[in-house]
Structures are given as structure tokens and as C-alpha cells.
């Protein structure tokens, strides 16, 4: 089992229940990653305009300076709750500091959970002032965090850099709101190279580019999403110049790692498809079009009822925004030519069922206008996420 | 009941089983609606890149001139079908001109179904061959049009202009992907007022904007969307420059009827609400939030299953585009303020519930920024989409 943010070097993690959701502890929901010195930090938030306190509390403390710990709760978003809600994450950093002994703005803060609902931060407070951190306590850390998640996502790697080998490891919860741009709600990864600020934001940029910012699950940003990394330096290994692509991909895989987890483990989710668009003006261009061809609630219906429906794939390429040339695009569904040079193959039916069925499906789309391209990864739609949705709050 | 497109004078219409979708006659599935004698026209088409060949070729007939019919096909769209396509739309414009004596650049063509199937032209042309054409086929042109639709969709309006009275009747369906730019499948309106061309396409701008460009079901665009009125003069009837706000009135006013059949006879629709969006920076802005509000699975689950989950609804507005002021916003579910001034309000969860649990339901969002507004409606998802969807082309 991966050991997540307790694999680097320094860091320990607690959990506790708080009864968040419903005043009841049924469940840990408070979680607590700490670092036994200061880190650098680089953070990515939400792009929607209304943005969860815990959000602006984080940007603000990540401007500030280090890290020394990050809380986070389930339950509940303490998203529009307004000033309350500013208070209420500052509390639950004054909480976590006290328990690792750091000042508040050394704390980033993170929620999770049902929006518009006042946060019990005593309760919060509390659970987090009895708790005790530990090394092992990685995998607890992964659960504390889920909401509708159905498993703990973690992710852990060591690479060997110019001056010695240095550890990352992850954490991340999904399943609804899923979508770029930033595609998680939550994402922690700690490592214990020693890297300043400005070279983890350009590698965590790069890593999200091209993993979280890339899956969908149902369209929706949340006003919660927030992907950080974290970096103590307790390996002694500095990442110098020459580290940098080594660097960046190992937090690529971390990142891609744990993208792959929450798409997969989307709400109701399952199949996931890969689309893989070609041959568009630009690869900005091939983004929107593959981006819109995962949300497309009917692409992902007929990928649920594996349906051979492939006009659906190549409609929403163009309602996408991306130029198309409908007299030169192709489409392949696995190894079936469905659709090529601009009229529609003769295909095995039963083999395009039959790869549909399967858990992963790949999708190629030639767009016939230039060289652009792009990858983006999204899931079936099933009766099952509208029931999961459609009784969320309750 | 209502006599849809035969409504106004000197149309008729006819309808044949050409078993179009599964090669067997079972039902009705072509049909042609014709006028006595030439009629100005005009038209919007799908904003799709991926357009089907009936749109590109009775584009290409309304810049011609007049038209004297339309001949709808459903069970196959045409659509992703190459050259070939063409020349199919082409051929069933042919047969349609036989029928009604004119020539095939007087003749509308349209089709609706699934995607990048050939179209079986030949059996579609004989059943044309065959038709007679009759005064009371308004209800039988409805029905054959149909796909997933469980109900036809008909509508008829007389008005009293400066110089007389004219009729209009139209037609429509619906049901999946239906999504603004040009929320409808197919919708013909026709009208027996004597109207020049600019004057017929301002007030077709003006009515659907209003209409079908403010409905959403799936959020999908379809290849295929259509929307023509014609007019043929028979009741005599100029009208004027004093007669365009009342002529507008009674077009919008029809356009309006179908939409809002359309959108409650969605796949799978349960619920139909309406998202009123005031404060937003502009009417354009307002628009978007609007619309971005009515394709939220996330809403349109939590309607569904009447959870009181309004942050949803906020969120959706945030992740739009449009600028949200969230310390000034508000949400009103029915009779309920949820959210104001920037805050969650104590509402009454149970009362939330019952208006969620009503047919219709009416939801207004303050953005805070400013002093544009706009209406969208949307609707539910239920799992029924989700198996229909699913199961579509088999």
C-alpha cells in the first residue's frame, strides 16, 4: 500500500471525526498533514468566480511565505458562507497550527463537502486539538477526505536527482465536480526535496497542465478545487537546474497518477474513455474539442450503453468551437475506422460494442483542418450518478 | 386539437411509412407539408461545424427564392453521410417537387435521427411518390416527425393586423439534444400573410432568440437543427411596416408554445425550470450564467431529485464566465431567498422540497455586478435519460 503524503521524509498525518456532516461523528472528516519544518509551496485554485473560503485563505497564506501544515475537512465546503466562512477557515488554521506549533499563515486550509452551509468549526477545532500525528498515517489521511469517493487515492514516487534521490507522494479525493479547469477538488503532494517557490510553481503548472486539467467527470468546477505541493527539504538533496525535467516528471506521475484514480473512481462511473483529437488548427483548439467530447452527456451515454453511436462523437467535436472539416475528419473507435476522409466506414458493430464494454475505451479524432492535438479523459454517464446527485445533500 | 402547419391557408400536408430507421414500415416517418403557392421563407440552421446535408442543401434553396414545400424524414439525420448525403437531401427535395409540382429548389429538405448512417433515399422517394396530400394532416406531419418524443408538438395562433387576419401553425420536435445555439431539432411555422423575405428573417431573429435559443435539455447541439417559417399570401393579407410588432408577437408567441413543448417532452424530463439571472454585467452575461445554470448536471440532478442543494446553483453561475460579485449575490428558489447579500439564509428546506417537486419551477439568481438580466429554461436529468441515451440506435 502506497504510503501518500507520509512517504517523503518529515511529514506525519492525523485524522479525526468531527461530525461535520451531521453533527454526529460517524466517520473521520478532519485531516491534518504536517511538517516537521517549513516548506515552500505552490498552489493551484478554482477558476469559478465564487471561490470557497478555505480557497481564499490558502492564496493568501501560500503569498505570505512557508507551510508547515495543511487541514482539510469533508462534510462540508464552507463555500458561500460568506464572512462567516473567511473566520471559520482562519480558525481551522489557527487549530492545525496550534497542533504542530507554527504561526496560522503557516497553514493552508482545505474543505470539501455540501456548499452553503455554515461550518462547524468548534467541532472541527476540537477534533484537531486532540490529535496526535503520525508517520503511518497516510492511508487515513486519503479516507478522511472522500466524500463520494468509493476508495482512497494515493499515490507515492522516489527519483534520483543529480545530488541524491528524493521522495513525493500524494493524495487526492473526486468523484463529483470534476472538470477542468482543475479537475480535482483536492490534491496534496508532499516531497522532501529541497526546491524554492518559484521552480515548484513552474513544475506543478506543467504537471496539472497535462493530468488534472485534463478529466472530466460531469462539467462542473467546483468552488473548492485546490491542488498543492509541498516541499521541506528534509532528503538534503537541493533540485538544481539540471534536475528540472527529472523533477517536473516525477511530479507528473504523481499528478497523473492520482487523476487516473479520481476519473476512474468518478460518481457512477464505469468506463472511462480516452479521446485523443488530431489534425486541429491549433492544439488549444484540439483541447476544446476533446474536452467537449468527454462532457458531452450523449457521447457518455452511449459510451454507458455501449452503444456504436459514433455521429454523437463527431457532433460534439463540432459544436465544440474547434474548426472542423467535416469532408476530411475521421473517427476511430479502438482499432474501427468508424468514419474517414469524410464519410462514414462500414464497421464491425459487435467490435465497437465490444470495446465500449470494456473498462477503458480510446477514442481518435482527426479534426482534417491542421496539426494540432490534444488528450483528455472523461466517463460514461449512468443511472447511477443521477441517483448519487440527485440525493446528495440528504 | 390544433391543425399545426395546415392550419393557415392553402397549406396541406401528407405523411408516408417509408421505413426509414429499420428498413421495415411500422410507423410514419416521412412527411411533407406544401403550399398552393409560392412562399417567401426563412430559416435558422444548427451552429454545428458538423452540419447535416439537408441543412447545407435547403441553405442553399432559401437563397434561390421561394419555396413551395418541405419534406422531413425521421429515423435517420443525414448527417456525417459525405458527398453521398448531399445528393440523397438532394434526391428527397426531387421527389417532393413531383409531389407538389414545382422544382427541387422549391423544396425545404430536413431529416432527423441518427448519425453517419446512409440514408435508404429510395424507399424514402417512392413513399413521397405515393402521398396525397390533405388539409387535415397538420397532426399526422407532427407525429411523423417524431423520434424519442412521446408526444406531438403542434401549435396555431390567429391575428388581427392592420388589413386583416392571418393565420400561423406550426410544428416541432424535440426531445435530445437540444441545447441553444438553436435549441430545436426541427420546428416549421407556416403562414398564409403576404410577407417579404428581410421581414420574415428579422422577426424569425427576434421570435427564437426569445424561444428556442433559451431552452436546454442536454446541452448538446445537434448536426441537424432547423427552424423555417414560410408564407404564402393566401389570406390576402400584406403586412405592413405599422403590422411587424403584432406579426413579431404572434411569431415569437408560437415559437414559444413549441419551445416550451419541446422542452417538457425532454428525454426523461420530469421537472421544467425556469433560471431568471438579474445583476449580471450585461443581458449577454446574464445569458450565459443563465444557460450555464440550465445544463448543470449537477443542478439538474439535485432538481431531480428535489434536494434543497442551491450552492449548486450558485456555482454553476460562478464557473460561467459571467462576473459574480459573491458578497453580493442572491439565489430565490421559488418563494425561498437561500442566498442574499452575500450570505446563506435559514430557508425552509421542506418548503424547497415541495417546490422542487412541482412541474414547474421557477428559480431567480442576483449576480451582484450590474443590471443585466436573462431567462433560460432547462430540465431535469433522470436516470430515464441516462437508459434512453443509452440505448438510442438499437
Redesign the interface.
Known sequence: MSKGVTFARGFRGAVAAAGVKHGVPERDDVAVIASDRPCTAAGLFT?????AAPCVVTRRHLAAGTLRAIVVNSGN?N??????GEHDAVAMARAAAALVGSTPFEVAVASTG?????LPVERIAKAVAGMKLSPDAGESVARAIMTTDTKPKLAQREVTLSRGSVRLGGVAKGA??IHPQMATLLAFVTCDADVDAPTLRAALGSAADRTFNAISI??????NDMLLVVANGASGVTVGEPDLPAFTDALTTICADLAQQVVADGEGVTRVFEVHVRGALSDAEAKLAARTITT???VK??I?????????I??????SG???D??R?SVRIGDQA??AD???RVFDAAAVRRIFSAARIAIEVDLGVGAGEARAWGTD???E??????????
Not at 477558476?47 to 471561490?51: D, E, G, R, S
Not at 460531469?218 to 468552488?223: A, E, F, N, V
Request: aromatic content about 6%.
Open positions: 477558476t469559478n468566480q465564487v471561490i465546503a463555500a458561500c458562507t460568506g464572512e462567516q455540501v456548499i452553503g452551509v455554515p463529483g465536480m460531469d462539467g462542473d468546477t467546483s468552488t458531452s452527456n450523449l451515454t452511449a454507458h450503453g455501449a452503444d456504436p453511436n459514433w455521429g454523437r463527431l457532433a460534439a467535436a463540432g459544436r474547434a474548426r472542423v467535416q469532408t475528419a468508424v468514419y469524410g464519410a462514414p454517464l449512468s443511472a450518478y443521477v441517483r448519487i446527485n440527485a440525493e446528495y445533500t440528504t
